[in-house]
T-cell receptor, first 117, second 112 residues
Framework: GAVVSQHPSRVICKSGTSVKIECRSL??????MFWYRQFPKQSLMLMAT?????????EQGVEKDKFLINHASLTLSTLTVTSAHPEDSSFYIC?????????????FGPGTRLTVL | RKEVEQDPGPFNVPEGATVAFNCTYS??????FFWYRQDCRKEPKLLMS???SGNEDGRFTAQLNRASQYISLLIRDSKLSDSATYLC?????????????FGSGTRLLVRP
C-alpha cells in the first residue's frame, strides 16, 4: 500500500522554541494532506487541510499563526509549531489523500510525538 | 455533543470471545463510514469500510443504520492480536474535498 513518512518521529524541546514536522508521501502524489493532533485518550482532531500551492484551511479553534503549514509540493507538507508551549505537547499525525475516479483514500503517517518542556 | 460518540471501554474479553462495539454520529449528512484500528502510540489504520447492507471481512462484521445514525463492529473469535483501540470514523464532504471525523475510540483487551 501507499506509504507516508513523518520526520521526526519524536521531538523534545524547550518552551518557546519552534518545531518543524515533515510529512512525505513516498510513492504517490497526494492531492491533499491533512494534519491531525491527538491528546492522550482522546480522538484524532483535524487541525488543517492543505492543498499543494495554496493556503491551508484551518479548523475552528486552531491558530493559523501558531501552526504554520507549508505544502510546497505534491509529496511534501510541513507543520511548524511556533513558540511551542507545554500544552502543545501531543501526537501529531499527517495523512495524504489519493483522490481518483474509483478510489479516494487517506494514508496516515506514523506520527510525531512532541514533548515541550 | 461530540460528532462521533463511542463507549471508551475498555472491553476485557477472553480469547475466542465475540465482542461488539457501537458508535453513533450526529451529522446526518455524513457520507461514508469506517472502522479504524489504532495500536498504542501508532497511527490509525483502516480496518474496514461500513455499508448499509452490512459487510464482513473474516472475523469482522460491520453494520450501518442510517436512520438511527448508528454504526457497529462485531469481532468473532477474538485473538490476542486484536487488542487495540477501535476508532469509529465518518467522512463529511467539504467543498471540493472532505474530512474525516474520528470518535475517541473503544479500547479492546483480549486476554489469554
Amino acid at each position: 500500500g501507499a506509504v507516508v513518512s513523518q520526520h521526526p518521529s519524536r521531538v523534545i524541546c524547550k518552551s518557546g522554541t519552534s518545531v518543524k514536522i515533515e510529512c512525505r508521501s513516498l510513492d504517490f502524489q497526494a492531492t491533499t494532506m491533512f494534519w491531525y493532533r491527538q491528546f492522550p485518550k482522546q480522538s484524532l482532531m483535524l487541525m488543517a487541510t492543505s492543498n499543494e500551492g495554496s493556503k491551508a484551511t484551518y479548523e475552528q479553534g486552531v491558530e493559523k499563526d501558531k501552526f504554520l503549514i507549508n505544502h510546497a509540493s505534491l509529496t511534501l507538507s510541513t507543520l511548524t509549531v511556533t513558540s511551542a508551549h507545554p500544552e502543545d505537547s501531543s501526537f501529531y499525525i499527517c495523512s495524504a489523500r489519493i483522490g481518483g475516479r474509483y478510489t479516494d483514500t487517506q494514508y496516515f503517517g506514523p506520527g510525531t510525538r512532541l514533548t515541550v518542556l | 455533543r461530540k460528532e462521533v460518540e463511542q463507549d471508551p471501554g475498555p472491553f476485557n474479553v477472553p480469547e475466542g470471545a465475540t465482542v461488539a462495539f457501537n458508535c453513533t454520529y450526529s451529522n446526518s449528512a455524513s457520507q461514508s463510514f469506517f472502522w479504524y484500528r489504532q495500536d498504542c502510540r501508532k497511527e490509525p489504520k483502516l480496518l474496514m469500510s461500513v455499508y448499509s447492507s452490512g459487510n464482513e471481512d473474516g472475523r469482522f462484521t460491520a453494520q450501518l443504520n442510517r436512520a438511527s445514525q448508528y454504526i457497529s463492529l462485531l469481532i468473532r473469535d477474538s485473538k490476542l492480536s486484536d487488542s487495540a483501540t477501535y476508532l469509529c470514523v465518518v467522512r463529511q464532504q467539504m467543498d471540493s474535498s472532505y474530512k474525516l471525523i474520528f470518535g475517541s475510540g473503544t479500547r479492546l483487551l483480549v486476554r489469554p
